[in-house]
């Protein structure tokens, strides 16, 4: 019966993958990267990034303003100066000893263009940090798709190992229920104590909860690449081939390269900040324009400011032009620039110093993986020996037990050393694997490690 159930619970986990299509760690890398919404803001940023290289130079073109206004209302004009404040109507009138309420009629029309032609290097120090910023965007798309490739490859990792332990859990569940029976049989047969059979069936049951805790986590391995990769939990089938052999072989010289996509952020970070300092300096220097202005302007006023007909203020009788070269310069934004100066090398100094964290880390981990290597190495050579040896032990204690001379202690012993030794196996595989996926972080070169997990 227990075979039954646990047949049965194995053909509902693989039969809703049995037409599935196969996918492979690259594959499933892919398929997350095309499609994953983190990616798409860092496109979106990157797309705007470029974007506003395109409006600061839209900026630089003149401006042109045309004018026109029709009016009417009194003349009433009065000798002395004052701030307007946008608020005061400006009135050109004669000075007339009363207040007049009559109307007059004008009409004026205006044309003006300023352009921005030289500021001592404003414009290009504008386009080096647009450029700048486009860089950082770049590379934090690229920064983002290393952290997404390594989420899909841990993920896809989980599922290998833990099916692989379901698989020992499953072996270990025959066993024991295997033993149980026999157990049972003995104890029935008046041959082994009661006892005997009560910690069989504890085991047993042990033996169960284990493997039925494995298959959750194994099943919440599957939602979660499921998850990243776009697909169902239906559709997803890994492939699990794992080049074993292929971790005894030494992995080639690795060195670090200012081309890891984390180290050309920070790298960005460093240009980008030293851009803006360069921008804070030239915008404090004067600004030389163009200026150039034409007006027409009419009105029912005559000569001698006797109010006409209002009608005739509705065309122009006067025009006027004006061209000029204007240097405008704000001393006091050269206090500001200077400030904002040495504000600016503190955040220089701050994206310097998390770059050399990140290389440090980086060259930390690949230290460390270079060093551990060696001796995984030879681990990986004595499971062999240690599998044969704890599988001998198991037999031969059930062989003594069957024969009166082991006590079931002793063969519970033998049950969990051999099921321990199992998990330790795929245990010291997988900080090899793991290891050599640190290599591949640290240097950003991923192809040996995917060979661990092609086909030959």
């Known amino acids: 019966m227990s075979r039954f159930i646990i047949g049965t619970l194995l053909i509902l986990l693989t039969t809703c993958r049995l037409h599935a299509q196969m996918m492979s760690m690259e594959e499933a890398i892919n398929a997350t990267l095309a499609h994953y919404p983190t990616l798409d803001a860092q496109q979106s940023a ?58 007059a009629s004008g009409n004026i029309a205006l044309a003006t263009a300023d352009w921005e032609v030289y500021n001592f290097g404003r414009f290009k120090a504008e386009d080096q940090l647009a450029r700048a910023d486009i860089a950082i965007g770049e590379s934090a798309l690229e920064r983002e798709q290393f952290r997404i490739r390594q989420t899909v490859i841990s993920t896809y990792l989980d599922l290998l190992w833990l099916r692989q332990t ?32 009560s910690l069989a069936s504890v085991e047993y049951s042990r033996a169960k909860l284990n493997y039925f805790q494995m298959q959750e986590q194994l099943q919440r391995a599957f939602i979660q690449l499921a ?82 007909p209002l009608g005739q203020g509705f065309g122009y009788s006067r025009t006027n032009f004006l061209v000029g070269l204007a240097a405008t310069v704000n ?93 330790q196996a795929v245990n010291i595989q997988r900080r090899a694997v793991d290891v050599r996926l640190e290599r591949a972080y640290a240097t950003s070169n991923f192809d040996e490690f995917f060979s661990l997990f092609r086909p030959l």
């Not at 045309?66 to 005061?88: E, K, P, R, W």
């Not at 050109?92 to 309420?101: I, Q, T």
């Not at 698989?167 to 009661?194: F, H, S, Y």
């Open 46 to 103: 990157l797309e705007a990034a470029r974007t506003n290289a395109q409006i600061i130079k839209d900026n630089r073109l003149p401006n042109v303003r045309l004018h026109d206004q029709v009016n009417m209302g009194t003349a009433n004009g009065l000798s002395g100066s004052y701030f307007s404040l946008g608020l005061i109507v400006p009135t050109a009138g004669a000075r007339r000893p009363e207040n007049s309420s009559e109307l």
């Open 166 to 197: 379901l698989k020992i859990e499953q072996r270990n569940l025959a066993r024991v229920d295997t033993v149980r029976k026999v157990i049972t049989n003995l104890v029935q047969n008046g041959i082994r104590p009661g006892l005997d059979s």
């Open 331 to 423: 001393l006091t934004d050269f206090h500001r620039a200077k400030n904002r100066t040495v504000q600016q090398r503190w955040r220089i100094k701050e994206a310097a110093s998390q770059q050399a964290a990140e290389q440090l880390q980086l060259q930390n981990m690949l230290t460390t993986a270079d060093s551990v290597t060696a001796t995984l190495q030879l681990a990986l050579l004595e499971l062999p020996t240690t599998l044969n040896s704890a599988e001998l032990a198991y037999q031969q204690r059930l062989s003594l037990y069957n024969n009166g001379i082991e006590n079931i202690l002793g063969l519970t012993d033998a049950l969990q050393l051999l099921s321990t030794i199992e998990r």
């Open 227 to 308: 998850t990243l990769t776009g697909r169902t939990v239906k559709e997803l089938r890994i492939d699990t081939t794992f080049q074993e052999r292929a971790l005894l072989i030494k992995a080639p010289e690795g060195q670090l390269t200012a081309n890891h996509p984390l180290l050309r952020f920070r790298s960005n970070m460093v240009t980008r900040q030293t851009s803006e300092i360069n921008l804070i300096r030239k915008a404090a220097l004067p600004r030389v324009s163009v200026l150039t202005s034409a007006w027409a302007r009419g009105t029912s006023l005559d000569i001698e400011n006797n109010f006409g």
